[in-house]
């Protein structure tokens, strides 16, 4: 875990209202939000030394689409879970093999969430 | 003023918009977010959405415009809206996302600037454009009567 107890998550989508659904479903389990619009400024995060457990990554964006942004932070050496969230279901395994650690179709439920929040033990 | 009557009338567009497609499943999830620490999460969702949907076709009408017609980068816009559709619910307009993509395609495979398969694309981005419009239009009227009902004593759910 990023050292402070509350979970650190990075919601890496450039859709707005995404990023705001996102952000509601995760204030439910009072976690510490940051939100990007692309994958350049998601690298910049972990750059600048930002330290997040959970990653919600999205795929088509501008500057930088999801796959190669993961594939990025996994050659930076950054272990963070990747969690890929998109609705293109032909880029499963491009995501998983740039180093993603679960791969959701949108849209994102809160059942959904809360299952990998479950299988990441990042809920008491 | 008569709040049961305005909320039955809200009640009712309600389940319009899902009843005729407008809506799906999807549009439940915002509304089991919405709480009192977000009271008006639908509302706020819903706008934000119609703004950057606004924009989104925006461009789309302008790349439509240009006379060599890059059809790579419509397909690019056109799923960021159906990505756009898909998390809120708008099921008609993801509908005719798809039906434009698949235009976006066959104009990929053909690479002949096939006039019919451009009339396609134009006519089914107007589907698109009329849904979008439609769907506001709905959606703002049902927001402005949940306004004027005002808050619902009890916490419960509107039927499916």
Known sequence: MASSQVVKVLIVDDDNFTRRIYKTMLFRFCFEITEVEDGKNAIQQFVDGNEYDLVLMDKHMPNMDGVEATRTLRGMGIPVKIVAITDDASSKDTFMDAGANKFLLKPLTFSMLTDILKSFNFLN | ?160
Do not use: W
């Open chain 2, 1 to 160: 003023m008569d709040y049961v009557h305005l909320r039955r009338q809200a009640a009712s567009l309600r389940k319009g918009l899902f009843d005729q497609g407008y809506l799906d499943e999807q549009f439940y999830q915002l509304e089991d977010l919405q709480d009192d620490a977000s009271p008006n999460f639908v509302e706020e969702v819903v706008t934000l959405f119609f703004r950057d949907s606004t924009r989104l076709m925006a461009n789309i009408d302008q790349a439509l415009d240009k006379c060599v017609k890059d059809f790579n980068k419509l397909d690019v816009y056109m799923q960021q809206l159906k990505g756009s559709c898909t998390s809120i619910g708008a099921s008609r307009m993801k509908t005719e996302c798809t039906a434009f993509r698949e235009c976006c395609r066959d104009e990929n495979i053909e690479g002949s600037h096939s006039l019919s398969i451009l009339n396609l694309c134009m006519r089914s981005f107007q589907k698109i454009k009329r849904e979008h419009s439609v769907l506001r239009q709905k959606l703002e009227s049902y927001f402005q009567l949940l306004r004027q009902a005002g808050p619902v004593e009890c916490a419960t759910r509107p039927n499916k």
